[in-house]
């Protein structure tokens, strides 16, 4: 069974700080998923890694394969970044179906 | 384009009632799943489908059933409903077999008193 660890658990912000947060895990995959959900709302799928490293806008997602791990950075916060993160990872071969997901980082950013 | 639409929204049951949340999308995905979200705890699948026709047991089956009624449908069923069941439920959809991107249901809160 895949362990998908996130790091930290909270974090608090102001506007504009550069945020990092972090994703290990212990059984190979084929794909890792950032996700983001906003207090009380849906969760919004952010990217969708297997290697390297994807930016969209603010955001941008890492991913070392070797070492297990995904950072999701975010620049120049805004409060309107506050959301829980989650990080998801994807079995391989036969178990791809299958999202291990972890249990989420709290990200509060104060104007 | 509506995505992944799930409902209802909110629902209260008493113990030992049933009830079904429906789930349909519409980007042609073959794969959905069902996942339960609990405080402190990561989503966890409930039952998913990889195709129209089939299903199979995710990591919390116990207390549900599925069906994927088909390519669009995917309804998730509380037969005798319990208050262990009380939990946010979330459908989600991908293409790709497995692959692809995750797209979610925006929820049903569901209460069991």
């Known amino acids: 069974k895949n362990e998908v660890e996130q790091s930290p658990q909270n974090l608090t912000a102001q506007e504009g700080e550069f945020i990092t947060i972090n994703c290990s895990y212990s059984v190979g995959i084929s794909a890792l998923h950032w996700l983001q959900q906003h207090p009380g709302g849906g969760i919004v799928s952010l990217f969708m890694l297997s290697s390297g490293k994807k930016k969209h806008g603010r955001l941008i997602a890492t991913i070392n394969i070797q070492e297990k791990h995904s950072s999701l950075h975010i620049t120049a916060s805004h409060p309107r970044d506050s959301a829980v993160y989650i990080c998801a990872v994807r079995g391989s071969g036969g178990s791809n179906y299958k999202l291990t997901f972890g249990k989420g980082t709290l990200l509060t950013v104060n104007p | 384009n509506a995505g992944v639409t799930q409902t209802p929204k909110f629902q209260v049951l008493k113990t030992g009632q049933s009830m079904t949340l429906q789930c349909a999308q519409d980007?042609?995905?073959?794969?959905m799943y069902w996942y339960r979200q609990d405080p402190g705890m990561g989503l966890r699948l409930i039952y998913y489908s990889a195709s129209e026709g089939t299903t199979d047991k995710g990591e919390v089956p116990n207390g549900y059933n599925v069906s994927r009624l088909n390519k669009r449908e995917f309804s998730l069923r509380l037969e005798s409903a319990a208050p262990s069941q009380t939990s946010v439920y979330f459908c989600?959809?991908?293409?790709?077999?497995?692959?692809?991107?995750?797209?979610f249901g925006e929820g049903s809160r569901l209460t069991v008193l």
């Open positions: 989600a959809s991908s293409g790709q077999a497995n692959t692809g991107e995750l797209f």
């Open positions: 980007m042609n995905h073959n794969s």
